[in-house]
């Protein structure tokens, strides 16, 4: 391969989650194989979604509107709210339909070693969302975290600052395997760990 935009092109490419140079290197030139009846449609939704793309105002969720369309459902239940570390974390729970509640995207895990402080996350909107003004209070508080020592470092967090309000506060059960993260496990077991959810 040849030609510095074509080396930016895979340089870019080798960077998103799963690839390396070699697989990037592969891609880049099957779109470029398949110009017309990939690339250029691949450019086109790209485009789109990039011109609507937005971080929705209430839950954080990344979608094609804010509110996006999860906060917009009238069928979702408003008593029922799940805290997740990230959006990846939200559509993996999303994808599956596992949870009829409503979502609330922290922005990241709480980590000493990376310089991510309570202040950092999504914390105070949370909390605002306990009692909104203009529909019922939140019941139950799900929090969906990674298995990992920053995920249930950030769910002892959290549920503590959750305790003064009187919401009931459950987490996942450990049907979540220890250092595993959301996004990579399959429906049936994050189905599991919902269903098995336990008081913090």
């Given at each position: 391969m040849a030609g510095d935009e074509l080396d930016q092109l895979t340089a870019l490419v080798a960077r998103l989650p799963g690839l390396g140079?070699?697989?990037?290197?592969?891609?880049?030139?099957?779109?470029?194989?398949?110009?017309?009846?990939?690339?250029?449609?691949?450019?086109?939704?790209?485009?789109?979604?990039?011109?609507?793309?937005?971080?929705?105002?209430?839950?954080?969720?990344?979608?094609?509107?804010?509110?996006?369309?999860?906060?917009?459902?009238?069928?979702?239940?408003?008593g029922l709210l799940c805290v997740v570390a990230d959006v990846a974390d939200l559509w993996a729970l999303e994808r599956g339909r596992l949870f009829p509640g409503r979502f609330h995207v922290l922005g990241g895990l709480l980590s000493a070693l990376d310089g991510v402080r309570p202040e950092d996350l999504a914390i105070e909107s949370l909390l605002a969302r306990l009692r909104p003004p203009d529909g019922p209070p939140v019941a139950e508080v799900v929090l969906?975290?990674?298995?990992?020592?920053?995920?249930?470092?950030?769910?002892?967090?959290?549920?503590?600052?959750?305790?003064?309000?009187?919401?009931?506060?459950?987490?996942?059960?450990?049907?979540?395997?220890?250092?595993?993260?959301?996004?990579?496990?399959?429906?049936?077991?994050?189905?599991?760990?919902?269903?098995?959810?336990?008081?913090?």
């Open positions: 140079p070699r697989s990037a290197r592969r891609l880049v030139l099957h779109l470029l194989r398949h110009r017309e009846t990939l690339l250029q449609p691949l450019l086109g939704a790209l485009g789109r979604v990039e011109a609507r793309l937005e971080t929705c105002a209430i839950c954080g969720n990344i979608d094609l509107g804010s509110p996006c369309r999860i906060c917009r459902d009238p069928r979702r239940d408003p969906a975290m990674a298995a990992t020592l920053e995920g249930q470092t950030t769910a002892h967090y959290v549920a503590e600052r959750l305790q003064a309000s009187g919401v009931a506060v459950s987490q996942l059960a450990h049907g979540v395997p220890v250092g595993g993260e959301l996004d990579y496990l399959d429906e049936g077991t994050l189905a599991q760990a919902l269903k098995l959810r336990r008081p913090v």
